[in-house]
């Protein structure tokens, strides 16, 4: 595992001054760093099970620490092999879902690590149970 992961108590590392790093535990205001954390209904097994289908469909991943609340892959890029951290984080008692991507070395991305989360984002909202169910039909 990299020195650069895990988890310290109930927070990620800190993202490195570099642009190749984002995360839902930086501030806000932090523009270059920050990413929202994915929101979930219904159970953590559920929200789950349902990010480890959309992280199983992405290409060049491996699963590197899965535990009850923290899990580690990395994804590597088809023509150089370089190699991003990519982890997620379940707080208890919140519905929601923690996640950072960062490049393993090099100083930009260009914005790869962001598009990512945005991508494992896109593809959570899409699969989301139904919250409700129409009435009237």
Known sequence: MSQNTGMIGHSFQHCPQSPNCVSTMASIKDEVHYVAPLSYTGSLEQAQARLGQIIQGLPR?????????????????????FEDNVEFYFPPRQKI???RSAAEMG?????????????????????????????GL
Request: overall charge positive; hydrophobic content about 35%.
């Open 61 to 81: 991943q491996q699963l590197i620490k899965k535990e009850s609340r923290y899990w580690h892959y990395t994804f590597r890029s088809r023509i150089f092999r």
């Open 107 to 135: 100083y930009s991305d260009m914005g790869v690590n962001r598009k990512r989360l945005e991508t494992i984002r896109q593809a959570f909202l899409q699969s989301a149970p139904e919250t409700f169910a129409p009435t």
């Open 97 to 99: 879902i923690h996640m």
